[in-house]
């Protein structure tokens, strides 16, 4: 289901500070500006098992659902400022292979053909909770229209395959195994925005 939040103007304007990085070393801060968040038809969720990828959710009462959705809600709802609930990093393009991973999940996800270069939100969570560690949500920012456009939001950091430090790799397959039964869409979030 894609869903499209009208009227604009639901997120209040401001501006947010971009991480610019490569790889984990953040090289370079600045602010830009923004008018607006719209959610482009991508707060939805797919499962796509050739990529082993999925942003169901197991269920509702879960607490990756509730916090995400709060955060939304903050920002949509309670007009909170963007960067209290989110980290926006704007990586250089340094591994082709896991950034056309990315692309082809998200052309699959809204069915278009060329995806523009992306910038990721990143949750602002508590140090002792790791609920929300994996969420990234892929955002095409207009510079022009001072708008970010959502592409896709990742609950289990299955977009960019990366290394899990703890084990000493990345278990894709296993992530997805353990996520891909789930059949909750996360459209949910967005049902008290339409207007």
Do not use: W
């Amino acid at each position: 289901m894609n869903i499209v939040i009208k009227p604009h103007n639901l997120l209040t304007p401001g501006s947010i500070k971009v991480n610019k990085r490569i790889g984990n070393k953040v090289i370079s801060k600045k602010n830009i500006k923004f008018k607006d968040f719209n959610m482009n038809g991508a707060i939805h969720s797919i499962n796509l098992p050739d990529v082993h990828f999925t942003n169901f959710v197991k269920s509702y009462e879960k607490k990756i659902y509730i916090e995400l959705k709060q955060i939304f809600d903050d920002i949509i709802i309670n007009k909170k400022a963007l960067d209290e609930e989110l980290l926006l990093v704007d990586n250089e393009n340094q591994n082709g292979s896991k950034e056309e991973r990315l692309k082809e999940i998200i052309r699959e996800n809204l069915n278009i053909k060329n995806v523009p270069s992306l910038m990721k939100f990143k949750i602002k969570a508590k140090k002792d909770d790791q609920t929300l560690d994996g969420v990234r949500i892929y955002v095409y920012y207009d510079k022009n229209m001072e708008e970010f456009d959502l592409y896709l939001i990742d609950l289990y950091h299955l977009g960019i395959d990366g290394v899990n430090y703890k084990i000493g790799r990345y278990d894709l397959e296993g992530r997805y195994s353990v996520n891909s039964t789930h059949k909750k869409c996360i459209s949910k979030i967005a049902d008290s925005y339409i207007m």
